[in-house]
């Protein structure tokens, strides 16, 4: 039998070794608890965000039923990896199982690709709403609003299906991954044949269209920015500015240290650098998506003041509950 595949059924039963942070047990721990604050802030910050657009319903409107998306969405993206690092610090452990790592990289795609595309409708909801506001209703009824969501989640399924379908028809000469999780650019390095140029080819594809987004969003924002500059209210246009600044920041974040991430020559550069692109493209936007998108927003604060009392709470499901009926 062939050496290569040999090693190719080797590590499908046996499963891949990750990075380790440190070799050191007490930082280990460290880290433990870093990605466990990181992870809590992230997961309650979206939950809440979640509850609020679907319990209040003053907040039923396009803009607010799409940042649900988002933090559905940022909820999954911070889940694929931080708890499976978590655990292997506390459990001085490398190992992951093959299936487990088809499965981080379908839903890394999944949920990232998903949440590229609800963050471009956002943009595209904020331009219909400040520039044409008097063709809003029509160009973002209800039906527009879920098929533009079900798009992008469809979108976001047949891209993990893509590149996980093009990442594991690649034989292996190792299961040594130079990262904490299982990361394409990383994984590619340990074929042994050339059908790792199929996948290359996919991600150069991937980023034009992740560069098309950012076009679109930029220059949906350079057009609010028009508008805004036109009305005479300072405290307006310093709302746009503080609000759209840093939408395209996160953006920004997202889009160039992913390309950066899985677009440079993996050669020259160091498990630190790895490390750290990864978290500023998987783990930063989710940690602060609630924050810059919702935290922020008056609507949302007193939406989450209501849920906050107990009493309100159990009057509005008990409402909701009375309406399905």
Request: some cysteine; proline content about 3%; overall charge positive.
């Given at each position: 039998?062939?050496?290569?595949?040999?090693?190719?059924?080797?590590?499908?039963?046996?499963?891949?070794?990750?990075?380790?942070?440190?070799?050191?047990?007490?930082?280990?721990?460290?880290?433990?608890?870093?990605?466990?604050?990181?992870?809590?802030?992230?997961?309650?910050?979206?939950?809440?965000?979640?509850?609020?657009?679907?319990?209040?319903?003053?907040?039923?409107?396009?803009?607010?039923?799409?940042?649900?998306?988002?933090a559905i969405l940022d909820?999954?993206?911070?889940?694929?990896?931080?708890?499976?690092?978590?655990?292997?610090?506390?459990?001085?452990?490398?190992?992951?199982?093959?299936?487990?790592?088809?499965?981080?990289?379908?839903?890394?795609?999944?949920?990232?690709?998903?949440?590229?595309?609800?963050?471009?409708?956002?943009?595209?909801?904020?331009?219909?709403?400040?520039?044409?506001?008097?063709?809003?209703?029509?160009?973002?009824?209800?039906?527009?609003?879920i098929q533009m969501a079900?798009?992008?989640?469809?979108?976001?399924?047949?891209?993990?299906?893509?590149?996980?379908?093009?990442?594991?028809?690649?034989?292996?000469?190792?299961?040594?991954?130079?990262?904490?999780?299982?990361?394409?650019?990383?994984?590619?390095?340990?074929?042994?044949?050339?059908?790792?140029?199929?996948?290359?080819?996919?991600?150069?594809?991937?980023?034009?269209?992740?560069?098309?987004?950012?076009?679109?969003?930029?220059?949906?924002?350079?057009?609010?920015?028009?508008?805004?500059?036109?009305?005479?209210?300072?405290?307006?246009?310093?709302?746009?500015?503080?609000?759209?600044?840093?939408?395209?920041?996160?953006?920004?974040?997202?889009?160039?240290?992913?390309?950066?991430?899985?677009?440079?020559?993996?050669?020259?550069?160091?498990?630190?650098?790895?490390?750290?692109?990864?978290?500023?493209?998987?783990?930063?936007?989710?940690?602060?998506?609630?924050?810059?998108?919702?935290?922020?927003?008056?609507?949302?604060?007193?939406?989450?003041?209501?849920?906050?009392?107990?009493?309100?709470?159990?009057?509005?499901?008990?409402?909701?509950?009375?309406?399905?009926?």
């Amino acid at each position: 039998m062939h050496i290569g595949s040999k090693i190719a059924n080797l590590t499908s039963t046996s499963g891949f070794l990750l990075l380790e942070f440190s070799d050191i047990r007490e930082t280990q721990i460290l880290y433990f608890f870093v990605f466990l604050t990181i992870y809590l802030t992230a997961v309650t910050g979206n939950l809440l965000i979640i509850l609020a657009v679907a319990l209040d319903h003053h907040l039923q409107t396009p803009m607010y039923f799409f940042l649900m998306n988002l933090a559905i969405l940022d909820l999954g993206a911070v889940s694929v990896m931080v708890p499976k690092a978590m655990a292997n610090s506390l459990m001085n452990s490398r190992s992951i199982s093959y299936s487990g790592c088809v499965a981080q990289v379908f839903f890394l795609f999944f949920f990232v690709g998903s949440d590229l595309s609800i963050l471009t409708i956002m943009a595209h909801d904020r331009y219909v709403a400040i520039c044409n506001p008097l063709q809003y209703e029509i160009v973002m009824h209800r039906g527009a609003c879920i098929q533009m969501a079900a798009s992008a989640w469809i979108a976001g399924i047949l891209y993990g299906a893509l590149h996980t379908g093009g990442t594991f028809t690649i034989t292996f000469c190792s299961n040594m991954i130079d990262q904490f999780f299982c990361e394409i650019p990383q994984m590619l390095k340990l074929s042994c044949s050339n059908l790792y140029l199929v996948e290359v080819g996919l991600l150069l594809w991937g980023s034009c269209l992740a560069l098309g987004c950012f076009i679109y969003i930029t220059v949906s924002y350079v057009r609010i920015f028009e508008a805004v500059l036109k009305i005479p209210s300072v405290h307006g246009q310093k709302k746009a500015i503080s609000t759209c600044l840093p939408h395209l920041t996160v953006v920004s974040l997202l889009i160039f240290t992913g390309m950066f991430a899985y677009l440079r020559p993996q050669s020259y550069t160091s498990s630190d650098l790895n490390i750290i692109s990864a978290i500023i493209y998987a783990v930063v936007p989710p940690l602060l998506n609630p924050f810059i998108y919702s935290m922020r927003n008056k609507e949302i604060k007193t939406a989450l003041l209501k849920i906050s009392d107990c009493g309100h709470l159990s009057k509005i499901i008990a409402s909701k509950a009375f309406r399905q009926k």
